[in-house]
């Protein structure tokens, strides 16, 4: 059982356009979404987080949105950069809970 | 500061042997945590470690252990391997209370023929 979506497995995007990376849950148990980003043959690292007392969080050209009663958050990178070319993943978790539930990631590729 | 260190990086083992995966935390972390990555599984959570005890524990049979020693750093262990055990091991460490912010290591491919 999925609990974590990401439906797109690829999304090509114009250098400069803006990137937007999706992600569904199912889970309403859980309180805090993160997005990791993975380089091939590196470990992911952390991009940017939201708790679920918001909707919005920003951080430079990424911010996440949440919105809680769709049960759907999203990433939008703007402008987007050939560097952002990475897989990206959408994880969450629930109040007291150290484990991450994964999706299965978006491989985000800037053409130049 | 160091990063999240695991070894080997790479390793090939036949089917029915046992392989042991190594993590070394970032200094000062106490918490870690290992999930497999497939391809078009993402990463699935195996289990969590925090001072020596397992608090968290995926859904993956018994031939999947672990162990955390009392300088956090931590093993596991895959016993009778299957083809289908093939993935990248990922551990991650944090710190107490930072909520799901782990920091991964480069992980271990495991390659079984």
């Known amino acids: 059982d999925q609990q974590v979506k990401q439906n797109s497995p690829s999304l090509s995007v114009q250098e400069g356009r803006i990137s937007i990376l999706n992600c569904d849950y199912t889970?309403?148990?859980?309180?805090?979404f993160l997005w990791y980003k993975k380089y091939p043959a590196e470990g992911p690292t952390f991009l940017i987080s939201?708790?679920?007392?918001?909707d919005k969080n920003e951080d430079g050209r990424f911010t996440v949105f949440l919105n809680k009663s769709a049960k759907h958050l999203s990433l939008h990178i703007v402008p987007s950069q050939p560097g952002d070319s990475a897989v990206y993943f959408c994880?969450?978790?629930?109040?007291?809970?150290?484990?991450?539930?994964f999706g299965t990631g978006t491989r985000l590729t800037i053409i130049p | 500061k160091a990063g999240v260190t695991q070894t080997p990086r790479y390793l090939i083992k036949t089917r029915g042997q046992q392989v042991t995966l190594s993590c070394s935390p970032i200094?000062?972390?106490?918490?870690v945590s290992w999930y497999q990555q497939t391809p078009g599984q993402g990463l699935q959570f195996l289990f969590e470690?925090?001072?020596?005890?397992?608090?968290n524990k995926g859904n993956f049979p018994g031939r999947f252990s672990g162990r955390q020693f009392s300088n956090s750093r931590s093993e596991m262990n895959v016993s009778t391997l299957e083809l289908g055990d093939s993935a990248l091991y990922l551990c991650?460490?944090?710190?107490?209370?930072?909520?799901?912010?782990?920091?991964f290591g480069e992980g271990s491919r495991l390659t079984v023929l």
């Open positions: 991650a460490s944090s710190l107490p209370g930072e909520h799901g912010e782990l920091f």
């Open positions: 889970n309403s148990m859980f309180d805090y």
């Open positions: 939201i708790s679920s007392i918001k």
């Open positions: 994880a969450a978790s629930a109040l007291g809970n150290e484990k991450l539930t």
């Open positions: 200094s000062g972390h106490r918490s």
């Open positions: 470690y925090f001072s020596e005890t397992q608090r």
